[in-house]
């Protein structure tokens, strides 16, 4: 099998839905390199050009492990003039351990005067002896050595005196300053002050209508997209609600995307479908907030396709814009063309083995489009 055969299954299992497009670029990277190894590695002199349109392979990525979890083991005191050696055991999450404490108490023993054997200041309990209540000298801490504290009342009294005494003088003032004409009344909020300010809306293009309050209308239904020209192959034409459904297909270089993403493009249709002798057909028909958003994505999508080498074609419609490029080896013979219909816009891509029968299907695949969906000037 050779790496056209290779690329035309590939394709025609992208399209059936059977292989998803990370797996669909990592296949079609592997064909291409064994393709250059085979040409004796004709394929390192291009990497010195411009950055080709279509998406690298995705490559997967390795985390180094977890580390393992740190246990602590609970050592129970020591005598501090002793060493003790401890051996690590096994940790058993399902057992209690009861850890004694070692304490050494201290040996009484009998007294030579009046016969008492009272506790010695090391004594076993931890509860001290009770004291008397009124014992001055069971006092502890620095308080019972210092002196007593000035008291903060006075000062106190005579800041709360000093704030009357300016609140007295201030109403005195005003009131002889606006007391003969009466009190003035403030003014009420003028209403556009109580309300909270809206976000503010992006500027219109030139020649756009001004968008409607989004917080006052409501966004009207989107009609339902048309449909593709009846232009044979295999392919079926697919639906895709969001963005991110047309990013998952790789359908198109990430630069494009993002221009259609800036442009505001919401829902999309896709056409895949491939021909028995050899050219392989890409149709879109996105969607557009505006007519000026629609223009200016034809625009962006046409400066993409020069930055990529292409090179203009001449086209049966003065409304679309066609590039074609022959001399790629990493695609083959490859023609694209882009318009816009009203805020839909349309692009067309037909990638083939040899440039002549590319070219003649790309201008009927072209013409089938136009018929019917028109392009605006």
Do not use: C
């Amino acid at each position: 099998m050779t790496w056209q055969d290779e690329l035309r299954q590939l394709d025609d299992e992208l399209a059936s839905g059977q292989l998803s497009a990370e797996d669909y670029r990592r296949r079609r990277d592997d064909v291409m390199t064994r393709r250059y190894a085979d040409e004796g590695g004709r394929g390192e002199d291009q990497q010195g050009k411009a950055a080709t349109p279509f998406p690298p392979a995705f490559r997967w990525e390795t985390a180094p492990p977890d580390e393992g979890n740190e246990t602590t083991q609970m050592i129970s005191p020591v005598d501090a003039n002793e060493t003790q050696i401890v051996s690590p055991q096994p940790v058993d999450t399902d057992r209690t351990q009861v850890v004694s404490s070692g304490l050494l108490q201290t040996q009484q023993g009998p007294v030579g005067w009046g016969g008492q054997n009272p506790a010695q200041p090391r004594a076993s309990s931890d509860v001290p002896p009770l004291q008397e209540p009124n014992a001055g000298w069971t006092r502890q801490g620095p308080e019972t050595f210092e002196a007593a504290k000035p008291s903060r009342t006075p000062r106190i009294v005579a800041a709360a005196a000093a704030v009357v005494l300016l609140l007295i003088a201030g109403g005195i003032g005003a009131f002889l300053l606006w007391g003969g004409n009466g009190t003035p009344q403030a003014e009420a909020p003028a209403a556009d002050q109580q309300r909270p300010e809206a976000p503010a809306q992006p500027p219109p293009l030139a020649g756009e209508q001004p968008r409607a309050d989004p917080t006052t209308a409501a966004p009207p239904p989107q009609p339902p997209l048309p449909g593709f020209a009846e232009i044979g192959g295999d392919g079926r034409p697919r639906t895709l609600p969001t963005l991110a459904d047309l990013q998952a297909t790789g359908a198109l270089p990430p630069q494009e995307f993002d221009a259609l993403k800036t442009a505001g493009a919401s829902d999309s249709k896709l056409l895949v479908s491939s021909f028995e002798d050899g050219p392989q057909a890409t149709l879109l028909i996105a969607r557009l907030p505006t007519a000026q958003r629609a223009i200016a994505a034809r625009d962006e999508l046409a400066r993409l396709q020069r930055q990529f080498g292409l090179q203009s074609a001449p086209t049966p419609d003065p409304g679309l814009q066609s590039f074609y490029i022959v001399d790629d080896p990493s695609i083959g013979p490859t023609v694209r063309g882009v318009y816009h219909n009203g805020a839909l816009l349309v692009r067309i891509e037909v990638v083939g083995q040899q440039a002549v029968p590319t070219a003649r299907r790309y201008d009927l695949i072209v013409g089938q489009q136009l018929s019917t969906l028109s392009a605006d000037g």
